[in-house]
């Protein structure tokens, strides 16, 4: 049977039950899981949504999506995966006449399948190419921005995107260091950074917050949640749930924003969504110990209301 934790890799989809009960899939809805990945979350709400429920499942990652579509055979055309970003989720749900969905859900950041795969450059643990593009078709690798960006430029994405206190002493260092050793490496920049930035966070690699930082800005990640943001309201039928899990306190505030003036209609045409999660939701202590990675998740829910 098909389970939402991945018999290979045993990769657990992050707060599954809150997201789930947020979301609340019924036979025969319509859902849009719009960071499908490995698809962890969508056999839930295919499973949930049964019987014919249908899904649209949408990744930037071709590699996810070659994984998410064996994993979810066994739906047959219940399920419909897309690639695509969801900064343009209208114009993908439209070519699928799949307007309006019942529900949406959003896990932010990156899979485990790109932070493991070297050859993807995510991860300073793993040696590999500098490149951490989620879409490897478009756009450019971090190796080849560090190669032509001014040290001002570089500086801004590590404070801003990365909270990184010696963002200018390691955007100098790359501008100084640049000529003279290969950077393209995810190891060279790690020992770049190493070098320049005195250990201070037990149980924390130097390098996490540069390489946070150049992932976002290299994928434009929090252009696409704003952009993301300003295109579901309509795309969600009088009652349908929005479910957004983000685990950089950057993405959850913009959430979080955006939900209160979606809510109160600041945003323009009047208030259109009701906040249904008045605190944010974390893992309890049970997925926490069994699952790092949901140590960072925060997950927030909303409902259309009728317009
Ligand atoms: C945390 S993983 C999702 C895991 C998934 N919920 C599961 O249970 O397997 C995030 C996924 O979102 C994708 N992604 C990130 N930004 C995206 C965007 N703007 N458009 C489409 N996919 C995106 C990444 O490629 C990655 O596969």
Known sequence: MTTPIDADTGHEPVLLDEAMAFLAPAAGGVYCDATVGLGGHAVSILQRSSPGGRLVGIDRDKEALARARTRLADFGDRARLVHARFGSIRAVLESLAALPIDGCLVDLGVSSLQLDHSERGFSFRHGGPLDMRMDQSQGEP?????????????ESILRDLGEERFARKIAAA???????????????LAALVARVVPSRERNKDPATRTFQALRIAINDELGEIERFLAEIPACLCPGGRLVVISFHSIEDRIVKRRFRALASGEAGGGPCLRVLTKHVVVAGDEERKRNPRSRSAK?????RLPS
């Open 174 to 188: 790359i501008v100084a260091l640049r000529g003279r050793e290969d950077l393209s490496t995810t190891s060279a």
């Open 299 to 303: 997950l927030r829910a909303a409902e």
């Open 142 to 154: 971090v190796g080849d921005f560090l190669r032509r960006a001014d040290a001002g430029e570089i």
